[in-house]
């Protein structure tokens, strides 16, 4: 085992990836070798590599989609860069309309292995339009994957099974995950695309969360177990498809749930988790499902202001409490 930045396993995974496929190539807005990226996770491979597979775009996120749907059709394996998650906006009709519903419309005849990485969340104070957890849009659309990593393990072993996956993938980077490191193995490795990840285990509520707030969960759990409270931590890892077992598993264990998620809270992930709860696994809850998200609203500039509105421990600690 080795530990290493989240940056650093997602670097590793492109890395492995390019070096075992030769149609594996990356393109995005400053990706290559003068800027390397806006959060620094292809720093290198286009020394490694060559411009020619590390590819600066121009500026239209619509270009960089339409470009990588043609790529991916004609037998490529693009890994396309948004540098903000919520740029993706640019380019829905590419993703919504072509990347999501050629394989279907063409009867199987055509394969979109295309993988869109792109960082989600706030935390870091540049406002409205480079703050947003977007997530549960990409859920909406049949034909898409979504996957959510929390942790250097999962980020690599998940990107590398999206990059040989032969349908478009929406993979979600937390900002504030880059520099968090962990032990991942020497040897490689892969992760099942729906196969959650108990990060805790627990006997009184269990807690469902995403990405980052992860971590924020963990916390929350390990404060509550000082006062004799066992909190089990569920990360879905990837939200299309959605391990609906092992969420319904640890529900029917505990008899609570609270789901924690940074995307808004209408319409949100945790509104699907918790109708998914609501049909399939009532008689086992003592009390109501607790969603702890972001208010219906943008995300401030004003670091007071953001920090009001992001979910933490202590807003999950104050909702576990509320039911248990």
């Known amino acids: 085992m080795k530990e290493i ?89 590419q993703i919504a309309n072509q990347a999501a519903k050629i394989r279907y419309m063409f009867g199987g005849q055509a394969k979109i292995p295309l993988v869109i990485r792109t960082p989600f969340g706030g935390g870091v104070n540049i406002a409205a339009h480079h703050s947003q957890s977007l997530e549960a849009w990409f859920m909406h659309i049949p034909g898409l994957y979504v996957v959510v990593p929390s942790t250097p393990y999962d980020a690599k072993g998940l990107l590398k099974t999206a990059i040989r996956d032969d349908n478009p993938v929406i993979f979600c980077e937390h900002k504030l995950l880059y520099p968090i490191k962990g032990l991942i193995p020497d040897e490689e490795f892969t992760i099942a695309f729906g196969s959650a990840d108990v990060k805790r285990e627990g006997t009184d509520v269990t807690i469902v969360a995403t990405m980052f707030m992860v971590h924020e969960a963990l916390k929350a759990a390990e404060t509550l177990g000082k006062e004799n409270l066992s909190v089990e931590v569920v990360d879905p890892r990837t939200l299309v498809p959605l391990d609906k077992k092992a969420i319904l598993r640890s529900v029917k264990k505990t008899g609570h749930l609270v ?52 979910p933490n421990e202590e807003k999950i600690i104050k909702a576990i409490k509320r039911i248990v």
């Open 5 to 93: 930045t989240y940056r650093e396993a997602l670097r590793e995974a492109l890395l492995e990836e390019m070096q075992r496929d030769k149609t594996v190539f990356l393109l995005g807005e400053d990706i290559g070798q003068y800027w390397e990226g806006a959060f620094k996770v292809t720093k290198g491979l286009a020394e490694k590599f060559g411009v020619e597979r590390v590819r600066d775009t121009p500026i239209s996120e619509s270009a960089i989609i339409g470009a990588s749907v043609g790529a991916a059709i004609t037998g490529m394996r693009p890994v396309a860069e948004i540098m903000f998650g919520d740029l993706m906006t640019l380019a829905m009709d």
């Open 259 to 310: 789901i924690v998620t940074e995307d808004c809270r209408t319409a949100g992930v945790g509104a699907e988790i918790a109708a998914i709860v609501a049909e399939e696994a009532i008689d086992y809850l003592d009390a109501p499902v607790i969603r702890v998200a972001e208010p219906d609203t943008p995300i401030p500039f004003s670091p007071t202001l953001e920090k009001f509105v992001i």
